[in-house]
Nanobody
Framework: VQLQASGGGLVQPGGSLRLSCKAS????????VAWFRQASGKEREFVGG????????DFADSMKGRGTIIRDNGKNTAYLQMNSLRPEDTAVYYC?????????????????????WGQGTQVTVSS
């Protein structure tokens, strides 16, 4: 599967952004999906993820209460909605996919779990 992340940009503190992760080559319904981010000079970190079924999501403490992830299998796309953005949310955001079976419906938070990555989209939160 190939992943294309988009939707980043410059936003003021307190604003919102919706990032998209469009899959091609295979149907995204076969994958657990997650978003990671990497700020300048820092390691890549988990932001949030959704199970293959779409029944559960999980977020890093830094994004809890501000983030929502949904998947639209008809559009072969997953979305990360981020609200109340802060300057510390500034980073390159990556979507990732892990092919899994439906009976193991889990959110994976470790970068090593994911074999497929999008190219990243820059999010800058600044006034």
């Amino acid at each position: 599967v190939q992943l294309q992340a988009s939707g980043g940009g410059l936003v003021q503190p307190g604003g919102s952004l919706r990032l998209s992760c469009k899959a091609s080559g295979r149907t995204i319904s076969q994958y657990a999906v997650a978003w990671f981010r990497q700020a300048s000079g820092k390691e890549r970190e988990f932001v949030g993820g959704i199970t293959r079924s779409g029944g559960s999501t999980d977020f890093a403490d830094s994004m809890k209460g501000r983030g929502t992830i949904i998947r639209d299998n008809g559009k072969n796309t997953a979305y990360l909605q981020m609200n109340s953005l802060r300057p510390e949310d500034t980073a390159v955001y990556y979507c990732a996919a892990k092919r899994t079976i439906l009976t193991i419906d889990h959110v994976y938070t470790d970068t090593d779990e994911y074999a497929y990555w999008g190219q990243g989209t820059q999010v800058t939160v600044s006034s």
